[in-house]
């Protein structure tokens, strides 16, 4: 008699589907043959937890084992009740799983390059150059990898296919020839300059553009920027990504500029007018009416982030500022100016102390 599925996989009879793939899925990519060539032990391990989650990935199956002990029904087709072989449907699973290295292998690896963009290049958009390492033909071998650049040869293992076909039960399925680890090409006289990489890290130089708005997380695109892999002539992309940085007069949100204007309480009270700084490097005047409460926002219309013509607006709130060490004349005219407002405030203290009051009341 076989294992207990739920042993072979290492999770109790609790545990839902989702711990269960989670548990097949490690144990398969770990005794996977690939992973394990020519390991009979490994191979074994590996039908077994295939076979284990036969059985718990499939929730009748799973509760006729909990209900017998065995699995029922499936087994009796098959000798050993655990001897079924590998179903097309655990394998489009596994390559699922391994797919990325799979299907990924013809594809040119990303490069992204992070970058930090002050806060109004940000904003307004500018040009920039950038220098990096980027990986690009040998020049020793012109990229072939080759002695002298020779032209490559077929991998004599595998005729040039990069892989190796496997017999396993009535599939078979290829595993990476070992070679030329999947490559398909003979490396046997590699170039001693690159090892036969065919590629070495060398700086790269691209001018580009900063779009107006970009924000932190952004991704610029640079065609053709990117690494170059052996044989081929042209290059991935670049991704660039941005960070923009923080400024210590304004924020953004969207396409909109948030600041704050201290002002003199004079100010606020009398009305007048601010010199309030943009991202376009200039001040734009900005009238305070009288009887400005502190914390108002005012608006400046189109003095956001964006192209010209679509712009956002630039946000400014008012902070009132109390002053501090007043000097004598100050003081007095202080004093004279509460005594000739003391009944206006007084009318509202009392109002809330009226309020306040009541409450114990
Ligand atoms: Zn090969
Ligand atoms: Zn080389």
Same mark, same amino acid.
């Given at each position: ?13 609790? $545990? ?33 937890? $295939?076979?284990?989650?036969?059985i718990l990935g499939d929730e009748e199956r799973r ?46 690896? =990303? ?11 940000? $904003? ?5 150059r950038l220098k990096y390492q980027r990986k690009a ?15 490559? =040869? ?91 940085? %923080? ?25 007048? =007018? ?10 734009? %005047? ?37 002053? =501090?060490?007043?000097?004598?004349? $100050? ?31």
């Open positions: 008699m076989s294992r207990d599925p739920y042993e072979v996989l290492g999770v109790d009879r609790e $545990a839902d589907v989702q711990k269960i793939r989670k548990a097949y899925r490690k144990l398969a990519a770990k005794y996977h043959p690939d992973q394990n060539p020519g390991d009979a032990q490994a191979e074994e391990r590996f039908k077994e937890v $295939a076979a284990a989650w036969e509760a006729r084992y909990d209900r017998y002990g065995r699995d029922v029904g499936a087994g009796e087709g098959f000798p050993g009740g655990f001897q079924t072989d590998f179903s097309a449907d655990m394998f489009s699973e596994l390559f699922d799983f391994f797919g990325g290295g799979r299907s990924g292998r013809s594809s040119q690896p =990303k490069l992204l390059v992070p970058l930090e963009v002050p806060f109004i290049e940000a $904003a307004r958009g500018g040009e920039r033909p040998c020049g020793g071998c012109k990229g072939q990898g080759t002695h002298n650049g020779m032209p490559p =040869k077929p991998c004599g293992r595998c005729g040039g296919m990069g892989q190796i076909p496997a017999q396993r039960g009535f599939l078979t399925f290829a595993s990476e020839c070992d070679a030329c680890r999947g490559s398909g090409v003979d490396t046997s006289n590699p170039c001693s300059r690159c090892r036969g990489a065919g590629v070495s890290d060398q700086e790269h130089q691209v001018s580009f553009r900063v779009p107006p708005g970009v924000t932190t997380g952004t991704r610029l695109r640079i065609r053709d920027g990117g690494h170059y892999q052996r044989g081929s002539s042209s290059p991935g992309d670049l991704y660039i990504e941005v960070q923009v940085a %923080e400024h210590p007069f304004f924020t953004a949100q969207g396409k909109n500029i948030y600041c704050e204007a201290p002002i003199g309480f004079s100010q606020a009270a009398l009305g007048g =007018k601010v010199e309030i700084p943009t991202v376009d490097g200039k001040t734009v %005047e900005m009238r305070i009416p009288a009887g400005t409460q502190n914390g108002t926002e005012f608006r400046l219309r189109g003095k956001g982030i964006g192209a010209d013509g679509q712009r956002g607006h630039q946000f400014v709130r008012v902070v009132v500022v109390v002053p =501090k060490n007043l000097d004598a004349k $100050a003081k007095a005219a202080l004093r004279d100016y509460a005594e000739a407002v003391g009944d206006e405030l007084n009318e509202q203290e009392k109002s809330l102390w009226e309020t306040l009051g009541s409450l114990f009341d």
